[in-house]
């Protein structure tokens, strides 16, 4: 993969016809320069359905999150519709002597100083935010082992939440 400097009002432009378009950006590039598909440019269909977490990561909502806490609130409220019944167990996922998850802002102000919570969106569960990405990480790191999901899923749920929205213009490449 290649690396190129856009303008940001281009990069922009690139970013909202990807998503109204559904389809990434080398292929929106080729249209718009009228470069042919080639078979060694396009891509090869994929024997796996894509799964529900693929589509979570290109989801509009997903991906124009606001930083890091921002796509780490839309992951947990992912997690939390498809795990209703039980989410509760996020409750039981601690620091040493820091709750980190709570079914009120309030239980969370008086477990800690400085934990700016937030509401997970569509839950009754809050959460702390003012902790350092590798700890986001490590949170989700936790909740998705409690639901039975598998490490490479895990994984790329952490390296979902860090990175950037270029990083993840330029993966789509």
């Known amino acids: 993969m290649k690396t190129i400097n856009v303008a940001s009002d281009v990069y922009d432009y690139l970013l909202a ?6 389809r ?4 929106l590039l ?17 024997t796996e359905p894509k ?41 039981t996922i601690k620091g040493r002597g820091r709750l980190y998850f709570a079914k009120s ?13 937030k ?13 350092p990405t590798d700890l986001k990480q490590q949170m989700i790191r936790a909740v998705m082992f409690a639901f039975g999901y598998k490490q490479n899923d895990v994984g790329r749920a952490e390296s979902a939440i860090a990175s950037s929205q270029r990083q993840r213009l330029l993966d789509s490449l």
């Not at 470069?35 to 396009?42: E, G, L, M, V």
């Not at 802002?105 to 919570?117: I, K």
């Open 17 to 22: 016809q990807v998503a109204a378009a559904d």
């Open 24 to 27: 990434s950006i080398s292929d």
């Open 30 to 46: 080729r249209e718009k320069l009228g470069i042919p598909t080639t078979p060694k440019s396009s891509p090869r269909p994929s």
């Open 51 to 91: 799964s529900e977490l693929d589509e979570l990561f290109n989801s509009t909502e997903f991906r124009y999150a606001k930083g890091v806490v921002g796509r780490f609130l839309v992951l947990l409220a992912w997690l939390y519709r498809r795990h209703k019944g039980d989410f509760d167990k996020v409750e």
């Open 105 to 117: 802002e309030r239980a969370l102000h008086e477990a800690g100083r400085s934990v700016n919570p």
């Open 119 to 131: 509401p997970i969106p569509g839950s009754p569960f809050w959460v702390i935010t003012t902790s």
